[in-house]
Structures are given as structure tokens and as C-alpha cells.
């Protein structure tokens, strides 16, 4: 049975068009599915662990910067932060910090440290422990330091907000 638009194309039967282009919309769909996230969440970090670090050693009115792997670090024990001046043991404040080992569980890094017992900073093994969720991100909540020098090693649970 020929229709007048076969006649008109000297009785060639094609296929209809939408027939062709409901195929083509599904094998682009099936093959955007199947392919998995777009190309531009591929690049995103995934989401890391973090320190909050203060910016000075008196943390009245201060938020933390919260980061990973900072090279210079004001550790404040949590509960020390509402204090004008907090005691000497509540702060640390550690610099130079090159770290060895970043992962979700411990954070571990050598930096120098100042001490109330010394006028320069000696040197500081820096090891963080249990991630906890923070003020939006997974931040440390626990440090510890390790100084040189018979310094004995100081746990530290640390303020996050």
C-alpha cells in the first residue's frame, strides 16, 4: 500500500523520522544513566578531614579556621575559649608543621612548638585523633603533643566551634 508521500519520492519507503529520533533520545538517555556522575563532580575533593585552628593564642571573640594539613596551628582545649586568657596549658601553639601521615582516622606531623618553659619553640610531634561531625565539617577533636626535651606528652581535647 503506497501513500501519496512514498509516491512523491519515487515510491522508495523510508522510515519515519520520529521512529528514528525516539530511538536516538533513548540510547542517549540509557547512555548518560549508565555513565555515572557528570565529568565536573569527577574533579571535586572528597570531603576531608579537618582542624580548627585559632589565629591567636587569646581566643576571646575568635571562630576557628578550620583546615587541612595548616602549617601553623593555635590548638585551644575545648571549654578555654570563653576565657579572657586561657591557661598556659589549655593553648598550643605549634609552627612549622610538616605532616607525615593525613588520614580519616589520625592526623600525625612534627612542627616546633612554645612552651611556658622555654622562650623558643622546640620541637613537637603533633598527633590528632577521633574525627567527629563539627560545625559542618569532620574536624579532630583530640591532640596530642609530644615535645622534646623531657617535656611530658600533653593529651588535649580540642574546641572545634
Known sequence: ??????????????????????????????AVLLAGPPAADAGKRKKERVVACFKSTVPQGQKPKFGDRPRRCVFIAAGAVGFPVPPSFAVQQIIKIRWKQWGKSRAKGRGKGY???????????????????RCGHHAFTRAKFNYQYGIPAQPLNLSTC
Do not use: H, N
Open 1 to 30: 500500500m503506497r501513500t501519496e508521500a512514498t509516491r512523491a519520492r519515487g515510491g522508495v519507503r523510508r522510515p519515519a523520522v520520529a521512529a528514528l529520533a525516539a530511538g536516538a533520545i533513548v540510547a542517549v538517555l540509557a
Open 115 to 133: 612552651t611556658a618553659a622555654r622562650k623558643q619553640p622546640v620541637p613537637v610531634t603533633v598527633t590528632l585523633t577521633r574525627p567527629r561531625a
